[in-house]
């Protein structure tokens, strides 16, 4: 079955509106598309009773929400016009008019100018415009449940009611969480969910029914028609028979997620944690913009040490992972400082990378962040430069939700714009550079770059933290030391001069035997320890594992055979279960999880033309304290 499938493939404006969030609502920080925006991905969207889905994003700008228009008016009876000319989108409903035009905060209802919190903007082609404003204005109600992240509007005279969720189900796809309307149901050991679940939350994907026994479902090239009861599923009009049978509930067709997760080529995973109602769907395609390497299965050898390593470059490294689980013993303010850098340069640009791991056990929903602290008293801060990734998981896949996902995304340079780029800072301000709101019992990463320069040339001071609230306290008010480390779970934190390491290995000449060195080892190229620490508050604990780390390697080649020849390299984990990112001739690849000393990887190929040549890797590791990780050079 898998091998019959796996040959398949893996400007109308559109106006719309924002929600403005209460003062407690928790911001979110998903992924940063540019000029403030943010996707957003987790919240649903309810009208009078009725979720509602939309085919353009729903976005945050400045604190508010933002949603397609022309189709939530449609819902409520209203009808939506655009004037070209003036760049004004006007909706008239019962008699009632609003007009709100592109990048003003000056709009009209009934004829009569009023403000607007946000102005109107373009996103994709598309006019997003403020939601509380037009709601209200036609008589809506809204509720935001920061918790549950949905929003609640209601018209015609209803009463708005907080909505409660008792004892929901919860669906994670690829990192993004949503609470299910739907139960996930098993049958003979498979589980299945609506398939709208599908097409709602993946890109380049749609559903509809062709009967009502037949539903067709699009995800990314791939086209599956269900027929409900039958195990006979038509596959990019390929009759496929599987195990498992769709079936109708609800009005919905209820899809065996098993079945569509191993349709891609690509590959995936599926995890169902059926006492906490939890499911976790892991498909690569969407989550990796990198191909995984195939595992090889076989001994290696005892590598060496790598016999040179030293730090380079400039970008400063301030890791946050002590205490990684924070309980309410650590962490018994409201408020609290969870690692710090202070800095005092002369430097025309300070370069910054922070890294963060955190597991939230303190029983409630919690908003972290990192923020600066201008401590001059005459010179502002520019932030010239802030672009991160973070991913937070509810499960014990760290290493494929959120640690193979940021190594993928730096090695590719492929970073997410802060809205903090380009911020100035006065003197004696704190502002955010970047915030993440992490769930109760969940996992969160993040690694973020920043670069800071003084306005006016002048010497810079200024604290870099990485801070947290319980109760929607403002970050920016958070000045407290560090909270001391837990020396009882040894995870590192502190502050070093260079997020790189450069190894040198010794020179390989073709036709040789087979050679191997570890990188990572805890000996050789432990650069980043309590000793090298360039800052101390509160206690330190090395980075033996060079978390948040781009490892360089250098590998000489010599050929005195006067003929092109073919090296061949190859990985493995020579410490415990290893996973990670390493790039090759410009090219990315990720390696999946290896067995120590029974599974290897090897990288394609690299062709020596010359006598001689030096091969470069990055390596970037994906988490946990599985190292050290051996490379082994060999001639073809």
């Known amino acids: 079955m898998n091998n019959n499938l796996k040959k398949f493939g893996i400007v109308t404006i559109l106006v719309a509106m924002s929600l403005f969030m209460f003062s407690h609502e928790k911001a979110f920080a998903n992924q940063h598309v540019g000029n403030g925006i943010y996707l957003k991905n987790n919240v649903t969207i309810v009208v009078n009773g009725k979720r509602v889905t939309f085919n353009a994003p729903i976005v945050n700008k400045s604190g508010s929400l933002f949603l397609p228009m022309r189709d939530f008016y449609e819902v409520i009876g209203a009808t939506v016009s655009w004037d070209k000319k003036t760049l004004t989108a006007s909706a008239v409903k019962d008699g009632s008019s609003v007009d709100v035009t592109l990048n003003s905060k000056r709009a009209k209802v009934n004829g009569k100018t009023v403000s607007v919190n946000v102005a109107p903007f373009i996103y994709k082609n598309r006019t997003y415009v403020p939601i509380r404003f037009l709601s209200e204005n036609f008589g809506g109600d809204v509720i935001w449940n920061s918790k549950s992240q949905r929003v609640d509007i209601t018209f015609d005279g209803q009463q708005p009611t907080e909505p409660e969720i008792k004892d929901p189900y919860y669906l994670h796809i690829n990192n993004k969480r949503i609470i299910m309307d739907d139960p996930i149901l098993s049958r003979l050991g498979r589980t299945y969910i609506p398939a709208e679940y599908f097409y709602e939350n993946l890109e380049n994907s749609s559903g509809k029914w062709i009967t009502d026994q037949q539903f067709e479902l699009q995800v990314s090239g791939l086209i599956f028609v269900f027929t409900n009861g039958s195990n006979t599923v038509q596959v990019n009009n390929e009759s496929v028979v599987i195990d498992e049978k769709p079936f109708k509930q609800s009005d919905k067709m209820y899809v065996p997620v098993h079945f569509i997760v191993n349709a891609f080529g690509s590959g995936g995973n599926l995890r169902y944690l059926e006492k906490q109602k939890e499911m976790y769907i892991y498909l690569y395609e969407y989550m990796f913009t990198s191909e995984f390497l195939e595992k090889s299965y076989g001994s290696t050898k005892v590598p060496q040490l790598t016999p040179s390593a030293s730090l380079t470059g400039n970008r400063t490294l301030l890791v946050s992972d002590n205490p990684e689980t924070l309980t309410p013993n650590l962490i018994s303010n409201s408020t609290a400082t969870l690692s710090q850098q202070v800095v005092q340069s002369s430097n025309a640009v300070n370069e910054h990378r922070v890294f963060g791991w955190h597991h939230n056990t303190l029983g409630k929903d919690i908003d972290l962040g990192i923020t600066i602290e201008n401590t001059s008293s005459t010179t502002s801060l520019q932030v010239t430069k802030s672009e991160g990734v973070s991913k937070i998981s509810g499960n014990s896949w760290i290493n ?186 410009g090219e990315v690849y990720l390696i999946p999880t290896l067995r120590p000393g029974t599974e290897y990887i090897e990288l394609p190929s690299h062709l020596i033309e010359g006598n001689s040549e030096v091969i470069t890797l990055e390596v970037m590791h994906a988490g946990g304290g599985n190292l050290p990780v051996a490379i082994y050079i060999a001639t073809e």
């Open 400 to 585: 494929y939700d959120i640690g193979l996902p940021i190594a993928n995304q730096v090695l590719n340079g492929k970073l997410n714009q802060s809205a903090s780029s380009g911020i100035t800072i006065a003197p004696g301000e704190t502002k955010i550079i970047e915030s993440y709101d992490l769930y109760n019992t969940y996992i969160i990463g993040f690694l973020h770059d920043l670069d800071v320069q003084p306005v006016g040339g002048n010497e810079s001071s200024y604290i870099i933290r990485t801070v947290l609230s319980k109760s929607g306290e403002d970050l920016t008010t958070v000045h407290s030391d560090p909270v001391p480390i837990n020396p009882q779970a040894p995870h590192p934190r502190g502050v070093w001069s260079s997020s790189v390491i450069l190894s040198e290995f010794p020179t390989y000449t073709i036709g040789s035997s087979e050679v191997g060195y570890s990188i990572s080892n805890g000996k050789t190229d432990h650069l980043l320890s309590e000793e090298s620490a360039i800052q101390q508050f509160n206690g330190v604990i090395g980075n033996s594992g060079h978390f948040g780390v781009n490892y360089l390697v250098n590998i000489p080649i010599n050929n005195p055979t006067g003929q092109p020849q073919n090296v061949k390299l190859k990985l493995s984990g020579r410490g415990g279960f290893y996973s990670g990112a390493i790039k090759i001739n």
